[in-house]
């Protein structure tokens, strides 16, 4: 079991920035292919990002340009740096892991780890 805790969400005005970071308890296998996926009230969760074990970054087109994931193994953290953020962007994001070497697809249904989410909020 791996266990996932997200950090730093919060409220903030459009084209501001947040930092998300996701701690894992250790650093293993399960934690290779990392992502950050986010729903809003009625609708999918859906991919925002993800980082693999060598590095291979996806992001979704809505975020690109405006949003960085990175990954710390040597502190088991992954974060989201948000830039720009617009209030489509409000929603809960999570934090979520699979074994693999390469994430492929950026598919929630994929993933087998999640944290408990963090709430972003963007006002215009």
């Known amino acids: 079991q791996v266990q996932l805790v997200e950090s730093g969400g919060g409220s903030v005005q459009a084209g501001g920035s947040l930092r998300l970071s996701c701690t894992a308890a250790?650093?293993?296998?399960?934690?290779?292919?990392m992502g950050w996926f986010r729903q809003a009230p009625g609708k999918e969760r859906e991919g925002v990002a993800t980082?693999?074990?060598?590095?291979?970054?996806k992001y979704a087109n809505s975020v690109k340009g405006r949003f960085t994931i990175s990954k710390d193994n040597a502190k088991n953290t992954l974060y989201l740096q948000m830039n720009s953020l617009q209030p489509e962007d409000t929603a809960m994001y999570y934090c979520?892991?699979?074994?693999?070497?390469?994430?492929?697809?950026?598919?929630?249904?994929?993933?087998?780890?999640w944290g408990q989410g963090t709430q972003v909020t963007v006002s215009s």
């Open positions: 979520a892991a699979r074994g693999v070497w390469f994430c492929g697809a950026l598919a929630a249904a994929d993933f087998s780890y």
């Open positions: 250790k650093y293993s296998y399960s934690t290779y292919c």
């Open positions: 980082i693999d074990r060598v590095g291979n970054i």
